[in-house]
C-alpha cells in the first residue's frame, strides 16, 4: 500500500511513467553477423490492454517504424524476430497498472552439445518494467518500446556498422 501511494504520488507530481530497464547487453555480440531483415511478433495482450488504447497492432506499427527508419526490413520469411511482450498488473483501486515490456532478437541457434538440435531462441534481452496511471498506460508503454527499440539498434549497429 506504501509502495502505491509514493508511486502515485510521484507520478502525480508530473512523472507519467516510473521504470527500471535490465539490460541484459553483454550478449550484443550474438548480434555480430546478423541479417537487416526481420519478422517482428507482438505477443497477445490479454484482457487487461482493453480500453486503454495499446493494441498489439499499435505495438506492431511503432516497431515498424522505428526498425524500419534505421535501416531494418520486415520480411516475414526471415529466420530472426524481433519478439515483444507486454504484462500488465492492474494495481486495485489505485487506477495504476503496472506493466513489463520485453524486447528481444530471437535467431536459429544451434546446441553446443548436440549441434544436430537447431532451435530459435532470444540472444539478446532487454526488460524494462514500470506503472503508469490507467489513462497514460498505451503511452507509456509505447515510449518504453521506444527506448528499448533504440537500444536494440544502438547494439546492432555498434557490431554491424551500417553501410559496412
Given amino acids: 500500500m506504501r509502495t502505491t501511494v509514493v508511486a502515485a504520488i510521484l507520478m502525480t507530481l508530473g512523472i507519467v511513467s516510473t521504470g527500471i530497464a535490465f539490460i541484459d547487453d553483454p550478449e550484443a555480440g550474438s548480434l555480430q553477423g546478423a541479417p537487416r531483415n526481420l519478422r517482428i511478433t507482438i505477443e497477445d495482450l490479454g484482457p487487461d490492454a482493453a480500453g486503454s488504447g495499446l493494441t498489439a497492432e499499435r505495438l506492431q506499427a511503432t516497431v515498424i517504424a522505428q526498425l524500419t527508419g534505421a535501416g531494418f526490413r520486415v ?26 515490456v520485453c524486447y528481444s532478437f530471437d535467431q536459429p541457434v544451434r546446441l553446443e552439445r548436440d549441434n544436430g538440435v537447431r532451435l530459435t531462441a532470444p540472444t539478446w534481452l532487454v526488460v524494462h518494467t514500470g506503472t503508469a496511471f490507467s489513462a497514460k498506460l498505451s503511452d507509456s508503454v509505447l515510449l518504453a518500446i521506444q527506448g528499448l527499440g533504440e537500444r536494440f539498434v544502438n547494439s546492432f549497429d555498434a557490431v554491424n556498422p551500417p553501410g559496412g
Avoid at 75 to 100: C, F, K, M, Q, W
Fill in 75 to 100: 520480411d516475414e520469411a526471415a529466420p530472426t524476430t524481433v519478439h515483444i511482450g507486454v504484462g500488465l498488473s492492474p494495481v486495485r483501486g489505485a487506477g495504476l497498472v503496472a506493466y513489463s
